[in-house]
C-alpha cells in the first residue's frame, strides 16, 4: 500500500485550486513551479495549526518525488529558504501574531522530524529548532496568558474559554516530539533549555496552574530518558473525577 | 579494621555516663539494661538532628552484638515499641514540637535504612516510613515556613537566618536516601507519595522558592530511576555566581 496510492495528505484546507497544485507535487513534481509550491506550505502553516503539525510528511514526499524524477532538490531548497526568511523574522512574527509564531514553531519542528539526510536529521536544522524552543522557554513566554477560544463552538463571549499558555503548550509538545533527537544532536543546549525550564518555577510573575503541569510533566519525561513512566502517565493524563 | 577496633559511632553528645552505657552496649551487651539503651537512643535521635541522622548504624551493630552474644533481641524489641510508640502520637509530636517531629522521621528512616533481615528491609516498618513521609507531603506541610537559623552563629538576631521549610528538607533528604529502597518494597505507595508532591506546585497557598527547587529535583531524581542526571547535578548543586 504505497503513499501514491491514497490521499494521506490532508490538504482540505485549501482551495480547489491549491489541493491541484499540491496533488500533481506529489505526482509530477516537474510540472509545477516546486518555489512557489514551497511558499503556498509555508503560509498555510503559518495560519493553520492543523496542518502546521503535519506538513512536513508531506514535504518529505515532495521531496523523495522531485529527487526521485529529476534527481533535483529546487523544492527543498525552496522550503529552506522560506523557514530560513522566516527564522530570521520571528520576533517580529511574535509581535504580530501569537499564534503565527507557535504554528511556525511547530512547523519547522515537524520538519525537522521529517526531512531526513541519510536517514539522520537535518544539521542545518538543530540550531534553529533549538532558538525557537529557547524563545518559548524565556520568562515573557512562559508565564503569558492568552484568552482563545473557539468561537465556533461557543460563540464570541462563550464562558467555556480558557485560558491557556499557548507558548508554554507549543513548547512541551515539540519537546515530546522531537526533543530525544534534538538532544542526541546537541546535549548542552538540551540541557541549557531545561535550565530555562527549571528556572520557570521560580519567576516572580509565576506560572499558571497548567503552564507548571506542562512543565512538570515534561521534566520528568526527559528525565525519565524521554518516556512517561506508567505512574506519571496515571497522573498528568488520567481524568480526575470533580 | 574491624568496627570494634575504632570508635566510629558518634557519640560525643552524649554525657560521659550515657557514652559509657552505649559503649558496654556494643561490646557487652548482656551487661547492660538494653530496653533502657533503646530508649535512650531514640530519645535523643529525637533532640538531636545530627544523631537522628547516624543512629540506625549504631543500633544495627547493638543488635549484631546482642544477637552474637546471647541470641536474643531484646534491644530490637525495644527500639522497635518506641519507635511504635512515637509513631502513633505522631501528630501530637509534630503539633508540639516540629523540630522533634522531623528528627523522628529522620530517625525511622535511618532505622529503616539499615535494620536488616536477611538482607532486606524490614517490612514492618515499610507502611510506618511510607506514613511519615505522606505526612511531610501534606499542603499544610509543603507550604509551612519555618524560621530557622543557628544562634552559634549568627547570634539570635543574625541577618543570615534563612527561611527554610524543615518538612519538605526532611522529605527530599529521606527520599533521597530510602525511596529507592520504598519503592522496591510498595510501589503505589511511592506512587501515591508523588501524586502529593506533584500536587504540590498547585497549592493556592503556593510553594516558597526553596520547596519548588527541592520538589522538583526529588521529581527529576525519581524519574531518572532515582538518580541525578549530570544535567540536574549542574542546576540543583552547583554554586551560582551572584
Given at each position: 500500500?504505497?503513499?501514491?496510492?491514497?490521499?494521506?495528505?490532508?490538504?482540505?484546507?485549501?482551495?480547489?485550486?491549491?489541493?491541484?497544485?499540491?496533488?500533481?507535487?506529489?505526482?509530477?513534481?516537474?510540472?509545477?513551479?516546486l518555489e512557489k509550491?514551497?511558499?503556498?506550505?509555508?503560509?498555510?502553516?503559518?495560519?493553520?495549526?492543523?496542518?502546521?503539525?503535519?506538513?512536513?510528511?508531506m514535504c518529505y514526499a515532495i521531496i523523495q518525488a522531485e529527487s526521485k524524477q529529476a534527481g533535483q532538490s529546487v523544492f527543498r531548497r525552496g522550503l529552506l529558504n522560506r523557514l530560513q526568511q522566516e527564522y530570521q523574522a520571528r520576533e517580529q512574527l511574535r509581535a504580530r501574531s501569537l499564534r503565527g509564531w507557535v504554528c511556525y514553531v511547530?512547523?519547522?519542528?515537524?520538519?525537522?522530524?521529517?526531512?531526513?539526510?541519510?536517514?539522520?536529521?537535518?544539521?542545518?536544522?538543530?540550531?534553529?529548532?533549538?532558538?525557537?524552543?529557547?524563545?518559548?522557554a524565556q520568562p515573557d513566554s512562559l508565564s503569558k496568558e492568552e484568552e482563545v477560544g473557539d468561537p465556533g463552538l461557543d460563540g464570541p463571549g462563550g464562558e467555556s474559554r480558557?485560558?491557556?499558555?499557548?507558548e508554554v503548550d507549543c513548547l512541551v509538545l515539540q519537546l515530546h516530539r522531537v526533543g530525544e533527537q534534538l538532544e542526541k544532536?546537541?546535549?548542552?543546549?538540551?540541557?541549557?533549555?531545561?535550565v530555562l525550564i527549571r528556572d520557570g518555577f521560580l519567576l516572580p510573575s509565576g506560572l499558571s496552574s497548567l503552564a507548571q503541569l506542562l512543565l512538570l510533566e515534561i521534566i520528568e519525561f526527559r528525565a525519565a530518558g524521554w518516556?512517561?513512566?506508567?505512574?506519571?502517565h496515571k497522573y498528568y493524563y488520567s481524568e480526575v473525577p470533580d
Open positions: 500500500m504505497g503513499e501514491s496510492g491514497r490521499e494521506e495528505y490532508k490538504i482540505q484546507s485549501f482551495d480547489a485550486e491549491t489541493q491541484q497544485l499540491l496533488k500533481t507535487a506529489l505526482k509530477d513534481p516537474g510540472a509545477v513551479d509550491v514551497a511558499n503556498v506550505i509555508v503560509d498555510h502553516s503559518l495560519q493553520d495549526r492543523v496542518f502546521s503539525k503535519e506538513a512536513g510528511r511547530t512547523f519547522i519542528c515537524n520538519i525537522f522530524d521529517y526531512l531526513r539526510v541519510n536517514n539522520m536529521p537535518m544539521m542545518a536544522l538543530v540550531n534553529p529548532v533549538y532558538d525557537c524552543l529557547f524563545r518559548l480558557c485560558l491557556l499558555s499557548m544532536m546537541n546535549q548542552q543546549r538540551m540541557d541549557e533549555l531545561f518516556k512517561t513512566t506508567p505512574a506519571a
